[in-house]
Structures are given as C-alpha cells and as structure tokens.
C-alpha cells in the first residue's frame, strides 16, 4: 500500500496566520491517523514579499502549536530541497518539457496589451483575462522574438472546450467547464514559477498523496488537474477544508478579526486550547465530545466528518475552552510557570520599566501606568475617542487608517510607528498632538495619557495592535467592506480629500 504523504505549504510573507495551524493539523491527523508522513514545504517564490524572518516565524509557530512534521527546510528529508526558491532549475524543465508536449506556450503580451485587455473586458462587460493572441505563433516567429530577446511567460494551453470534473473527498463532484478557465500564467519572465506549477511539481515529486488545504483553493484545482494530466502524472486526492469565518460571514480576515497565531500566544492561550479548537472547526466527533488531547483527536480522526460548510471562529468558544484547560490541567503551580514565561518575567519587565521609570511617584502606580501591556479588554468611552469634536466615523477611519500604514511595516518600531502618526495627520490634514495623539492613546492603552505611545507599540508588537485598533473601530460602530476597500484605495494613491470633512 502507497505511504500516505499529506504537507502544509505557507508562504514567508507575513504574519503566521491562523489558519495555517488549522490546516495544518488536519494534514498532521490525516496522515498521523494512516500511518503516514506530514511535510512542510515553504513557498517563497514570491520574491517582493518572502522573508527570512517570516520563514522562521512559521517554524515557530508550528512549533508552539505542537505540531510537528516528519520533513521540512529546518530538518531535511528525502525529497529536499523543501523551498521553492531551492528548486527554480526543476521548474524550467518542466515548464520546459509542457512547451515541447504542447501543453503549453511562450507568451510575449507586453504590460500595455494586457492592460489593454483588461480595459477592452471592462468596457464589454466580459471576464477580464488574457485573450490568447500569443497562443498559436508559428515557430518562426517564436524563435524570431526569442532572437530579438523579448520577455515572455510560459502559459498553459487550456482545451477550449470540455469540462474537468474532479471528485473532492469532503466536497463531492465539482464540474468546472473548461472555457471557465484561462491559460494560466505557470512560468514568470523572472525565472520564477508561478504558485500553480511549482504546486503541481512539489507535490508530485514529493510524493504527497493528499493535498489537504483550505475552501478558498477549490477555483484553483481544475488548473492543477489540466497539469496533471499534461504531465502523465497520477493525480493527488484533493480535500477542502471549510473556511474559518469571522463574525461578520465572511473568510476570517486580519483586516477584522485578530488572525496571527503570535496574537493568540501573546495574549495568554494555551497552545492546546487553540489547537483543540482548532479541531472543531467545520468538523465534529462520533461522541460530539468537545474537549480531548491531541492523541485523542488524532486516534479517533475520521475524515468523512469533516463539514462541507464554513466554520464560525468563535472567540467566546475559545476563551471557554481555554479556561477548561486553565482549570483542568494546570495546578497552581503550574499557573505561576505559566504567567512567568508569559509575560512576568525579567525580559518583558525589562522593557517596560524604562518607560515608566520617571512617571511613578509610588511602586503602587507601576501597573496603573502599565495595566495596557497585560490585558486584552481596554475600558472604552465615548469621551476617549472624540477629541476636539472628532465624531466617531471620522475616529474610525483615522484608526483604520493607521492600522492600514502599519501594515507596510515587516517590523515595528517606536521610529516607523512615530513616523506612521506623523503621516497619518498629514492624510487627514487634522492636528497630530491634538486629534491624531488622543486617539491613537485611546485605542491602544485606554486613556487619555500614559507611558511614551511608539515605544508601547514596539513592545505589543503588530498582532496585538492591530487586535486593539479592531476593537476600538467595533466599540465605535465598525466599518463596511465597501468603505475598507475605498479606503485602501485611496491611500494607495495618497489622497484621501473624499474622507476629509470640509472645515467650517
């Protein structure tokens, strides 16, 4: 019998999201369940946004969660190397051996034609998408534009007719007609393999038997089924997992719900908390038994209980569990370790005495100064958030503005937060010390004043900040997706004028 080969394959570009642990674990039980191997593979092809330090973030993560995997790039394997970024050369052969198979083709469209294409679509109300115009050059005038040096992409060539029907393990039948699907870009004018080629290869010579991973990838599969069988090659079971949902119905999303796994270590859960109720998302037990070690869940996996429909990431139901296991695996003792290695200890102390140093005139105002750095729910009022009559929408889209210039940052730092604020005023053409300082104190430790703001925010880190200006935009009414997308895009372009009130 085949060995049983599931894998995880996150991208280095940003903070360990929640839901690669979700995934994750369901890979780890599928194969721990058979018998079989769990491998983490990192897909950094994407150059502009792969980092060292988010690679190690996801080792880290992985590894507070318990989650442990048989072969990856900090330990090796068999069917190494375990980044993409190691393996270019495999993927020019076979983008190579497709072109000679006519399975694919050199593509020349220049960024001016495609954005052409896309303006023609947009006026004629069809999909925008490549038209295929470089599909059937004859072989002189590919070697003429080879000759010339022209850049170009390598394309597969998608049947123009017909359907690819696939059988998902948690979905059923899924029917996709194939003049649906577009030539997809699978070899880059970089050198660099696009997600779906280098997926398709991966997994292949890796063996992997299931490929487990979440809801959202379903568009993607009838692409990678055409290259499998461009290729000969025996097809992987596919299984979708539901999507983790946020309050509002929608695809858990950081732009409205805390979803770095870091926010949830930081903020005192236990990893097997978080884990177990990790386990109980879009899928449940034999017994609906809700609470069991990850041994338990491992033992008794049975994947046809896995749900169909997306899954509700309940914070009040996490913060339930988590303090089943508070109560009912940790002695007293333990608590104390615990509390220790979480944040009182002489490390995180000895980054926030600094800053209180020259403000307590008793040790009993220590922890008035500082109470922010180790509580989740800061005591919000109307007055904190409306300085100098700033209504509350304008507050809100200050405060997700700011989050939104955060963002760009890789790490914080008291420098780029100050430098943040300063060009947060300058957006909304609005008083830093007066408007801008108030709110940002507000949202982030609850007061008017308090210990020195940018240096507060270094030390909470982006999870927890950004966790912080969610809440205090949901205590002050929210904001739509519509006005969120409006407003990326203006900051995009720097000009945010449609937001700013006129003055009287």
């Known amino acids: 019998m085949k060995e049983i080969r599931t894998r995880i394959a996150p991208s280095p570009t940003g903070d ?3 839901g690669t642990i979700y995934i994750a674990l369901f890979n780890l039980a599928f194969a721990k369940k058979f018998n079989g191997k769990f491998i983490l593979r990192i897909e950094d092809t994407d150059q502009t946004r792969s980092h060292v330090t988010f690679e190690k973030n996801i080792f880290d993560a992985l590894k507070w969660a318990n989650l442990h995997y048989d072969e990856g790039p900090d330990m090796g ?24 198979k006519d399975k694919a083709y050199r593509c020349f469209a220049t960024k001016e034609e495609l954005d ?29 534009r080879l000759d010339e040096k022209q850049n170009y992409v390598i394309r597969l060539k998608v049947p123009l007719t017909g359907e690819c029907i696939f059988d998902d393990a948690v979905k059923g039948r899924v029917v996709t007609p194939l003049q649906d699907i577009d030539d997809q870009v699978l070899f880059k004018s970089d050198g660099f393999p696009t997600y779906h080629l280098a997926n398709v290869v991966d997994d292949h010579l890796m063996k992997i038997t299931h490929v487990i991973r979440g809801d959202e990838w379903i568009s993607s599969t009838p692409k990678h089924i055409l290259l499998y069988e461009a290729f000969g090659w025996d097809k992987p079971i596919f299984m979708h997992m539901p999507l983790l949902l946020g309050k509002d119905g929608r695809k858990l999303s950081k732009r409205k719900n805390p979803t770095s796994t870091f926010y949830f270590k930081e903020t005192g859960y236990l990893p097997e908390a978080l884990v177990n109720f990790l386990s109980l998302m879009g899928y449940s ?23 169909k429909s997306g899954a509700f990431f309940d914070i009040q139901k996490l913060d339930w569990l ?17 509390l220790k290695s979480w944040q009182f200890n002489d490390e995180f102390f000895q980054k926030i005495i600094p800053l209180c140093h020259t403000r307590m005139k008793t040790f009993t105002e220590f922890m008035e100064l500082v109470d922010f750095m180790f509580i989740n729910h800061l005591n919000y009022t109307d007055e ?8 509350k929408d304008e507050a809100i889209l200050i405060l997700y503005t700011f989050m939104l210039l955060l ?22 053409q609005t008083n830093h010390r007066k408007i801008v300082m108030p709110l940002l104190f507000a949202a982030i430790q609850g007061k008017k004043f308090g210990p020195p703001l940018f240096q507060s925010v270094e030390i909470l880190k982006k999870d927890r900040i950004r966790a912080r200006l969610l809440m205090a935009i949901e205590f002050l009414g ?13 900051l995009e372009k720097k000009d945010l004028s449609s937001f700013i009130k006129p003055k009287n």
Do not use: C, W
């Open 285 to 307: 037990t034999k017994d609906e038994k809700e609470i069991y070690t990850m041994q338990e869940f491992i033992k008794n996996f049975d994947p046809t209980r896995i749900g």
């Open 116 to 144: 052409e294409m896309r303006q023609i679509a947009k006026k004629t109300g069809k999909p925008s998408g490549y038209d295929r115009r470089y599909r059937n050059l004859s072989k002189d005038e590919i070697k003429k």
């Open 478 to 490: 929210s904001i739509s997706n519509k006005k969120i997308a409006q407003l990326k895009e203006a």
């Open 384 to 391: 904190l958030f409306t300085p100098k009559k700033t209504t």
């Open 16 to 18: 360990p999201h929640v």
């Open 407 to 428: 963002e760009k940052q890789d790490i914080l730092n008291s420098e780029n937060v100050e430098k943040a604020s300063h060009e947060l005023s300058d957006l909304f």
């Open 77 to 100: 394997g068999p069917f190494g190397p375990y980044r993409q970024s190691e393996r270019l050369s495999i993927y020019k052969k076979y983008a190579d051996e497709l072109i000679e």
């Open 322 to 338: 988590n303090q089943q296991y508070i109560i009912n695996t940790l002695s007293e003792k333990d608590i104390l370790n615990k």
